[in-house]
């Protein structure tokens, strides 16, 4: 597939460039909270890491880092990548309103076949919160 090609014919420098220099890339040992996402169709795989600390003055609580490990495509990677410096510093609840096309254009656009990958980023940071407040609940569970 053409797509698959790395040529700037198809993919933008950003895309290129965290394709092949992916930002905060691994595991959090001692993350606070993960998300991890297949696309069924393909088998791209991404998971996030997130490590979150409590401001004084915030309602809740920002995401002090963010790693990620992820098995897929260029698209996927570099999506993955940027999204890892776009979220640092938001709460969760900012975070999951930043939306598949947020970071498709951060990277500078994505061809046109690979306009879903960019799916992946968005969908594992809402898994991310939900597994948050589930989390959340069962503490408070056995806290009661
Ligand atoms: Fe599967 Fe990119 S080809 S998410």
Redesign the pocket.
């Known amino acids: 597939m053409p797509d698959d090609n790395l040529s700037s014919q198809y993919y933008s420098a950003i895309a290129i460039e965290h394709f092949q220099n992916p930002r905060n890339v691994g595991e959090i040992v001692d993350s606070d909270v993960e998300g991890q996402v297949v ?1 069924p ?2 088998g ?1 795989e991404v998971k996030f890491f997130f490590r979150l600390r409590k401001n004084k003055d915030a309602q809740e609580r920002v995401i002090e880092s963010v790693s990620f490990q992820a098995s ?2 260029p ?2 990677i570099a999506t993955s990548s940027i999204a890892t410096e776009m979220l640092i510093g938001l709460s969760l609840s900012e975070a999951s309103q930043l939306t598949r096309l947020d970071y498709a254009e951060a990277v500078g656009g994505l061809p046109k076949s ?1 306009q ?2 960019s799916v ?1 980023a968005e969908a594992v940071v809402q898994q991310a919160v939900t597994n948050l407040r589930l989390k959340d609940q069962s503490s408070m569970k056995e806290t009661t």
Do not use: E, I, S, W
Request: net charge neutral; hydrophobic share 25%; proline share 0%.
């Open positions: 696309n169709v393909c791209d897929g495509c698209a996927t690979k879903h990958c992946l």
